[in-house]
């Protein structure tokens, strides 16, 4: 039978066990770890944050940027040619350079009738050429041919070159950079 004195005395050295437990200094161990734990947290936020931002730029970005780009002077396409024109892609960063420039191809029908093309077939989007002697567009990668109105030929695209928007303004031809219709978004 213990006295009520040394009850006591256990109950104090319990306590003080206890506290030393609380209190005990942290190792060199803990403090490598936590480190190690904190800097792979750290490495990791600033390996994932190109992701994400890749991932929600599309949100961010407008749908469409596009605006009206002048394609020059309209005495620049002869009646009843095509020609050759590029012009400047309204959304650009400028790291963008020479990517920058979008060729396209117009086709003058009248004085006032005009077809301004994309460059890209239609099939996996290698750039078309214009033949002049043929009057068509053939692309170089698969054999792919298109009438001078843009319409499918033959080969392997199954549907005609995609036109640009396009409107006279003050004696210029003006296309609509930075959009381009799609089977999924046409004119
Ligand atoms: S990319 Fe033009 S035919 Fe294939």
């Given at each position: 039978m213990s006295s009520p004195g040394s009850d006591r005395i256990e109950d104090v050295m319990t306590e003080l066990h206890e506290r030393e437990d609380v209190a005990a200094p942290v190792s060199r161990r803990n403090v490598l770890l936590r480190l190690g734990a904190a800097l792979t947290a750290l490495g990791g936020a600033v390996m994932a944050l190109p992701i994400v931002g890749f991932v929600f730029s599309s949100f961010a970005r407008p749908k469409?940027?596009?605006?009206?780009?002048?394609l020059g002077p309209l005495e620049q396409f002869p009646v009843n040619q095509t020609r050759l024109a590029v012009y400047r892609n309204p959304y650009t960063r400028p790291w963008d350079g020479d990517t920058?420039?979008?060729?396209?191809?117009?086709r003058r029908i009248d004085e006032q009738n005009f077809q301004v093309f994309a460059i890209n077939c239609t099939h996996l989007g290698c750039p078309v050429r214009w033949f002049p002697g043929s009057r068509l567009f053939m692309c170089p990668c698969h054999g792919g041919a298109f009438y001078e109105d843009g319409s499918r030929a033959s080969g392997?695209?199954?549907?005609?070159?995609y036109e640009h928007q396009h409107k006279i303004e003050g004696g210029n031809l003006i296309v609509l950079g930075?959009?381009?219709p799609t089977l999924?978004?046409?004119l």
């Open positions: 469409h940027a596009a605006a009206w780009v002048s920058a420039n979008i060729p396209c191809w117009v392997p695209p199954e549907r005609g070159l930075g959009y381009l999924a978004e046409p």
